[in-house]
């Protein structure tokens, strides 16, 4: 049982161009969540998806899209990178029938965009 | 606006005991969390209050107090290992998780 995978592990790209994180989870958790993490600040939430089918957009949206077209895949696409948008990436899933609804995390994407 | 704030560092020695005090400002409360994330590596879930209280897990002990806005965390017994980032997160009338900046724990021996 992996849990949470993600890829790449990290990537430098040029400003401009078009990128996709991969995320994928096993556990059959209806929520799935894409953070971003910068030096000093708390986790920023980008897009979320409470099941396949539907998404919604976090505290960070721009220059981010997402699709769930099944439960276990949860992509992140920017369509044209800005140097801003080099960080650390994590996606996140969660069973919101659950007792606590507690987020689990994947091992992250360090992006790094020139 | 809403906001969760922690203290940027805590230093402590092994074998100690350390409390790290997060408080939060948000629209609605629906339970308050708390993750370890080690340097480089992912958030994992330590803990977890949604009344008023105190939650223990074996080492670590978290605190709640919804009327003052106010979550601790207690790690007993510490080891060097602690030494990662403990970060706050409560979740909203919204029902998402709005993040501290977390608290850098260093353990020296």
């Known amino acids: 049982i992996a849990g949470i995978t993600q890829a790449p592990t990290s990537q430098i790209l040029a400003a401009g161009r078009r990128m996709t994180l991969r995320c994928t989870q096993d556990?059959?958790?209806?929520?799935m969540y894409w953070y971003r993490q910068d030096l000093g600040l708390g986790l920023r939430l980008i897009h979320y998806?409470?099941?396949?089918?539907?998404?919604g957009k976090g505290e960070v949206p721009d220059g981010y899209s997402v699709s769930r077209a099944n439960t276990d895949d949860f992509p992140l696409t920017l369509a044209s990178a800005v140097p801003s948008q080099t960080s650390v990436y994590f996606c996140a899933s969660s069973d919101l029938a659950g007792a606590t609804d507690t987020q689990y995390f994947g091992p992250g994407t360090r992006l790094t965009v020139l | 606006g809403q906001n969760i704030d922690q203290p940027t560092e805590m230093t402590a020695t092994e074998g100690a005991i350390v409390q790290i005090n997060c408080t939060y400002q948000t629209s609605g409360f629906n339970g308050l969390f708390w993750y370890q994330q080690h340097a480089g590596e992912a958030p994992t879930f330590l803990s977890y209050n949604v009344l008023d209280g105190l939650e223990e897990k074996g080492r670590f002990s978290s605190f709640l107090s919804r009327s003052k806005g106010y979550s601790y965390l207690l790690l007993k017994e510490l080891q060097m290992k602690d030494s990662a980032s403990y970060l706050c997160?409560?979740?909203?009338?919204?029902?998402?998780?709005?993040w501290g900046a977390g608290t850098k724990l260093i353990i020296k021996p």
């Open positions: 998806s409470n099941t396949a089918g539907t998404t």
């Open positions: 556990m059959r958790h209806n929520a």
């Open positions: 997160a409560v979740r909203d009338s919204n029902y998402q998780l709005i």
